[in-house]
């Protein structure tokens, strides 16, 4: 488990110091920490709206699989409160 993490931590580490190599090139001599911030800012939103439009979907289809209104009244009530989409945005 521990060399899964370390192999893990190395692989990212990696990709963003291929990512720094890059930006650096490409971006004006004073001005490589703002395209840094900037770059890593936009890829973790990136990364999170990819998530939430994954998760969403799932989510839904597991609440919709239950939606026989007599066998599971509690689900049909959060379903129709829009709960799911609540607490798909949240993962």
Do not use: C
């Amino acid at each position: 488990m521990n060399d899964q993490l370390q192999e893990t931590k190395n692989f990212i580490q990696d990709l963003s110091e291929q990512l720094y190599l890059y930006i650096t090139k490409i971006s004006p001599a004073g001005l490589d920490w703002v395209f840094h911030a900037f770059t890593k800012l936009a890829i973790l939103v990136i990364v999170f709206l990819l998530i939430d439009f994954l998760v969403k979907p799932v989510i839904n289809l597991i609440f919709r699989f239950f939606h026989n209104e007599e066998k599971y009244p509690v689900i049909k009530s959060i379903y129709q409160s829009r709960i799911t989409n609540s607490v798909a945005h949240l993962f």
